[in-house]
């Protein structure tokens, strides 16, 4: 078979090995935690403002920050697919993003994710 994408339990576990390796680092931006990122070296409390991406203001705020006002988010990259989140990558998700949500505790929603949901 002539597979081009991981199914996303093996995506899980392969970010999950990566992860428990200590080689989390060496991701590309894409996989990058972003406690290893734009919050390595500068902490959220640093930054004058930290907001969710899927928040409906968030490109109206930075639409007013940049003095513009189209706040229409750009789509440039994006998948139309959809994939069972399956009880197994969560909880391997979940082990891998730990770091990421404890130094951003206070700036984000609750994990809204639940195993069996279409993402």
Same mark, same amino acid.
């Given at each position: 078979?002539?597979?081009?994408?991981?199914?996303?339990?093996?995506?899980?576990?392969?970010?999950?090995?990566?992860?428990?390796?200590?080689?989390?680092?060496? /991701?590309?931006?894409?996989? /990058?935690?972003?406690?290893?990122?734009?919050?390595?070296?500068?902490?959220?409390?640093?930054?004058?403002?930290?907001?969710?991406?899927?928040?409906?203001?968030?490109?109206?705020?930075?639409?007013?920050?940049?003095?513009?006002?189209?706040?229409?988010?750009?789509?440039?990259?994006?998948?139309?697919?959809?994939?069972?989140?399956?009880?197994?990558? /969560?909880?391997?998700?979940?082990?891998?993003?730990?770091?990421?949500?404890?130094? /951003?505790?206070?700036?984000?929603?609750?994990?809204?994710?639940?195993?069996?949901?279409?993402?």
């Amino acid at each position: 078979s002539n597979k081009t994408c991981l199914d996303l339990d093996t995506f899980a576990a392969a970010l999950h090995d990566i992860h428990a390796q200590g080689k989390a680092r060496f /991701l590309n931006d894409h996989f /990058l935690p972003q406690n290893l990122a734009c919050f390595y070296s500068y902490p959220p409390e640093q930054w004058s403002k930290v907001i969710e991406m899927n928040r409906p203001e968030t490109f109206q705020i930075l639409a007013s920050t940049l003095n513009s006002t189209n706040s229409t988010p750009p789509v440039a990259h994006q998948s139309a697919g959809k994939v069972l989140l399956t009880a197994k990558a /969560l909880k391997l998700l979940r082990k891998v993003t730990r770091q990421e949500y404890a130094v /951003l505790n206070g700036y984000l929603a609750q994990n809204w994710l639940k195993a069996g949901m279409l993402i």
